[in-house]
Nanobody, 124 residues
């Protein structure tokens, strides 16, 4: 099974940018379609972005479309989430997730591998 570890979170000012990374180990991430989710307290984990197994297809949630993008480098066993024009409403814990399938999905229950999350507080 693949293990996932997110990094790159931290305090950022509004309108700033941040790039999150998700490093995989234990098994090649090229066997998984990947996604990013985020969660705020007392709320469900929500889909942000997904990318297919070899990166030919991506899906971005409407709430962040035009500001966020997802990419992957299978040679480095790493997935990225580029976040631009951040607002305080983007404050959340961001999770990387994997599913042993070719295509991405936008439901939390479609993913069976999860990282521990990385916090992204955005100040006004």
């Amino acid at each position: 099974q693949v293990q996932l570890v997110e990094s790159g979170g931290g305090l950022v000012q509004a309108v700033g940018s941040l790039r999150l990374s998700c490093a995989a180990s234990g098994r090649s991430v090229s066997n998984y379609a990947m996604g990013w989710f985020r969660q705020v307290p007392v709320s469900e984990r929500t889909f942000i972005a997904g990318i297919s197994m070899i990166g030919l297809s991506t899906l971005i949630a409407e709430s962040v479309k035009g500001r966020f993008s997802i990419s992957r480098d299978n040679a480095k066993n790493t997935i990225y989430l580029q976040m631009n024009s951040l607002t305080p409403q983007d404050t959340a814990v961001y999770y990387c997730a994997g599913r042993p399938a070719v295509l991405h999905a936008d439901l939390r229950t479609d993913y069976n591998r999860w990282g521990q999350g990385t916090k992204v507080p955005v100040s006004a």
